[in-house]
């Protein structure tokens, strides 16, 4: 079982930048993939990112490509997600999720731990 914690949300401007981190518990942390999904006031939750449990392959949405970096790091059981280039269209609650599977997913029903999240605000 793992837990997860958010932090390193916050008010940006846009074209600013942000890094998220998710906190792990657990020894079993490296045999987790893990994603980031976000929801904005008034949609439905939505796919961010996604690392494999060791980090060799990583997914993201389009509009995030090339903005946006997950990275992780298994001996501090730590995930990131490091936020460019910020837009307004960017706000949301981010959340940090974990798959116990090596092939992580952009589906979030296939994620089985979940963070609390945190607010991340971009103004124009």
């Known amino acids: 079982q793992v837990h997860l914690v958010e932090s390193g949300g916050g008010l940006v401007q846009a074209g600013g930048s942000l890094r998220l981190s998710c906190a792990a518990s657990?020894?079993?942390?490296?045999?987790?993939?893990m994603g980031w999904f976000r929801q904005a006031q008034g949609k439905e939750r939505e796919f961010v990112a996604a690392?494999?449990?060791?980090?060799?392959?990583?997914y993201y949405q389009d509009s995030v490509r090339g903005r946006f970096t997950i990275s992780r790091d298994n001996a501090k059981n730590m995930v990131y997600l490091q936020m460019n280039s910020l837009k307004p269209e960017d706000t949301a609650v981010y959340y940090c999720?974990?798959?116990?599977?090596?092939?992580?997913?952009?589906?979030?029903?296939?994620?089985?731990?979940w963070g609390q999240g945190t607010q991340v605000t971009v103004s124009s």
């Open positions: 657990g020894r079993t942390f490296s045999n987790y993939a």
């Open positions: 690392i494999s449990s060791t980090g060799g392959r990583t």
């Open positions: 999720a974990g798959r116990n599977t090596y092939y992580s997913s952009s589906y979030s029903g296939e994620y089985d731990y």
